[in-house]
């Protein structure tokens, strides 16, 4: 009627049934046939814009089945770590995605399923998933959601910089604390400049993880170090993946021994956390604060301001 106002939000949504011969990750336009008319209560007009928009073809996967190859199995825990990881290809629908958005699954290195590998459906490709993955393998199921709130967000901390010199080793730990959340997963990406430290990836004892990188965490947590010597990046994964789920406790969560490379001036050299994502023994994302340690005296609550994600 000329006097009903419309809530700002959502007018309705149109649901689209993929044709078989569409690829999996494959955008196409959507755009208005015409001008759109729109008036306000009593027939007035008023300046308005309209946006176009795309839709992306997923397949229609099992949730869990992160590896598109019909079933769940111990090789969608591996698919889910390396899709959270994976850098997907430029963003066609102009930056309008958020980056970790289950979308961009096909895309990138390695073409998961968006379907499969969001199996907390949340719409959220984040560690979270790797629980939820694990938990379906087993026959228990999975929430849809935020993790109920604690009274404070967790908190995952590293020192702003270390000191780097020449040939030199130093530590570079990583904290976490839960602040009562039940932390089952956690995910980040250590950063600093390559050209003043290095992480030596020798593996002695070949388990998978660098020998530099100590992870604490319970049995029955897959781990994983991933280690990109170009831009100085290390990331890091641990996901409970057997029955009851483990979880991680307070306290300091990764020691990283980086060394000075041959031109490190003894100079204090950044170290950044970025990717930071944590998950519970449900497999629904906790929410979580990213904080800076000072440099020297890192002691865990020695807080700097903060930066949130």
């Given at each position: 009627?000329?006097?009903?106002?419309?809530?700002?939000?959502?007018?309705?949504?149109?649901?689209?049934?993929?044709?078989?011969?569409?690829?999996?990750?494959?955008?196409?336009?959507?755009?208005?046939?015409?001008t759109p008319s729109l008036k306000a209560a009593g027939g007035s007009t008023f300046n308005y814009?309209?946006?176009?928009?795309?839709?992306?073809?997923v397949a229609n996967d099992t949730r869990g089945d992160c590896n598109s190859d019909g079933s769940?199995?111990?090789?969608?825990?591996?698919?889910?770590?390396?899709?959270?990881?994976?850098?997907?290809?430029?963003?066609?629908?102009?930056?309008?995605?958020?980056?970790?958005?289950?979308?961009?699954?096909?895309?990138?290195?390695?073409?998961?399923?968006?379907?499969?590998?969001?199996?907390?459906?949340?719409?959220?490709?984040?560690?979270?998933?790797?629980?939820?993955?694990?938990?379906?393998?087993?026959?228990?199921?999975?929430?849809?959601?935020?993790?109920?709130?604690?009274?404070?967000?967790?908190?995952?901390?590293?020192?702003?910089?270390?000191?780097?010199?020449?040939?030199?080793?130093?530590?570079?730990?990583?904290?976490?604390?839960?602040?009562?959340?039940?932390?089952?997963?956690?995910?980040?990406?250590?950063?600093?400049?390559?050209?003043?430290?290095?992480?030596?990836?020798?593996?002695?004892?070949?388990?998978?993880?660098?020998?530099?990188?100590?992870?604490?965490?319970?049995?029955?947590?897959?781990?994983?170090?991933?280690?990109?010597?170009?831009?100085?990046?290390?990331?890091?994964?641990?996901?409970?993946?057997?029955?009851?789920?483990?979880?991680?406790?307070?306290?300091?969560?990764?020691?990283?021994?980086?060394?000075?490379?041959?031109?490190?001036?003894?100079?204090?050299?950044?170290?950044?956390?970025?990717?930071?994502?944590?998950?519970?023994?449900?497999?629904?994302?906790?929410?979580?604060?990213?904080?800076?340690?000072?440099?020297?005296g890192i002691q865990p609550g020695l807080f700097l301001p903060m930066v949130t994600r």
């Open positions: 009627s000329s006097t009903t106002v419309l809530k700002e939000g959502v007018l309705g949504y149109l649901t689209f049934t993929g044709d078989a011969a569409c690829d999996p990750g494959q955008w196409t336009d959507i755009t208005f046939s015409g814009a309209t946006s176009n928009g795309k839709i992306v073809v769940r199995n111990a090789g969608d825990f591996s698919a889910t770590a390396r899709e959270i990881w994976d850098s997907e290809s430029t963003d066609s629908t102009s930056q309008d995605l958020a980056p970790d958005s289950w979308l961009w699954t096909p895309s990138g290195s390695y073409a998961g399923s968006a379907q499969g590998c969001d199996s907390n459906n949340d719409r959220k490709l984040a560690v979270a998933d790797l629980v939820c993955t694990a938990r379906l393998f087993f026959g228990a199921t999975c929430t849809v959601g935020v993790a109920a709130a604690a009274s404070e967000p967790a908190v995952v901390a590293a020192p702003a910089a270390v000191l780097a010199s020449a040939e030199t080793a130093v530590e570079a730990p990583v904290y976490l604390q839960t602040n009562g959340s039940n932390v089952g997963a956690a995910a980040f990406t250590v950063n600093f400049d390559p050209a003043q430290l290095r992480l030596d990836p020798t593996d002695g004892d070949q388990d998978g993880i660098p020998d530099a990188v100590i992870l604490n965490a319970p049995a029955g947590m897959l781990r994983m170090v991933m280690y990109d010597a170009a831009p100085g990046q290390i990331h890091i994964m641990l996901s409970g993946v057997v029955m009851p789920m483990p979880t991680l406790a307070d306290g300091k969560l990764a020691s990283i021994t980086l060394t000075g490379s041959a031109q490190a001036t003894g100079a204090l050299t950044q170290v950044t956390l970025t990717d930071v994502s944590l998950g519970d023994a449900d497999g629904n994302e906790v929410p979580a604060e990213v904080q800076v340690l000072a440099p020297d």
